[in-house]
């Protein structure tokens, strides 16, 4: 593997902790909240790249931006750093991507990608350098571009309902990706509750899923990192609360590789409600 290709694989899981099934809203007084977390990425316990994720869900729109470098011994043999920001509206209580950017730039290469969506739908795509095709690779055709989510909005999961949020329900769902450059499935399925805590923020439950990948269009299929990941049956994913919403977020992805256990893990997660339109007009 190249370093760039390296370095790109480490960033986009920094950057892109990212369809949101959802019933109507309860109160729209209780449905805002803001969310600033820092994650740390390790190989095998070695601290390879570090990232930050600013999350904010208002009474009809949404925010989610993040950035994320290599560090530690990554820096090495290849360094690099991108940011990623999705946009996009409520209504009826799910979460509507309008517009995704991601920027991603190493020694060697940068990567650039633009969409602007419209209920699920991608309208308009940019991708910088184009991607290549070739007879091995699974072409991506206008029926994968619809029912999708860009890759933030997609891990910002609201459990429906009014009851409690930690349980099983928030991993009852299927991921619909599109990244500008590959349509894919996330499935999760639930496995376990367990306590997580960051060095700031967020002490408490977190509700474990597993996930499981699935490729559906724009890979090469003969890549060993696609087989490899289409494999596999470890992945878990730990989703905690944003305070004031019932919106879970990635806390923890834990993800073997060849070279060992990769870790994605929050040592920030600093979540408060926030005051809605309606309650701000209330004298």
């Keep these: 593997m190249s370093s760039y290709r390296l370095s790109r ?31 740390v990425v390790t190989l095998s316990g070695l601290p390879i790249g570090r990232g930050g994720w600013v999350i904010e869900i208002g009474d009809d729109s949404f925010t989610a931006t993040a950035n994320g470098a290599t560090a530690g011994l990554l820096r090495v043999f290849a360094s690099g750093q991108g940011q990623s920001v999705s946009r996009g509206a409520i209504s009826g209580g799910q979460l509507v ?80 990706i599109f990244d500008g450059r590959m349509r894919y499935d996330l499935q999760l399925a639930f496995k376990r509750l367990d306590r997580v805590s960051s060095e700031r923020g967020y002490q408490g439950v977190a509700v474990v899923c597993a996930v499981f990948f699935s490729p559906i269009a724009g890979h090469v299929r003969d890549r060993y990192a696609i087989q490899y990941l289409a494999q596999l049956r470890d992945i878990e994913l730990w989703l905690a609360p944003i305070t004031g919403t019932r919106v879970m977020v990635p806390f923890r992805v834990a993800l073997p590789t060849p070279l060992g256990l990769g870790v994605l893990q929050a040592t920030q997660f600093i979540s408060m409600p926030q005051p809605g339109k309606a309650t701000a007009r209330t004298q």
């Design 9 to 39: 694989a480490i960033l986009l899981s920094v950057i892109a902790l990212g369809m949101t099934t959802a019933e109507a809203p309860q109160r729209r007084a209780s449905a805002q909240g803001k969310l600033d977390a820092r994650y």
């Design 97 to 176: 991507p309008s517009t995704y950017a991601s920027h991603i730039i190493t020694d060697e290469k940068s990567d650039d990608v633009r969409m602007v969506l419209s209920g699920g739908a991608v309208k308009e795509l940019a991708a910088n350098p184009p991607t290549v095709a070739s007879p091995d690779r699974v072409p991506v055709t206008e029926a994968h571009r619809r029912g999708v989510s860009d890759p933030m909005t997609a891990t910002l999961i609201r459990v429906p309902g009014s009851g409690d949020i930690l349980g099983p329900q928030a991993c009852q769902r299927t991921l619909s």
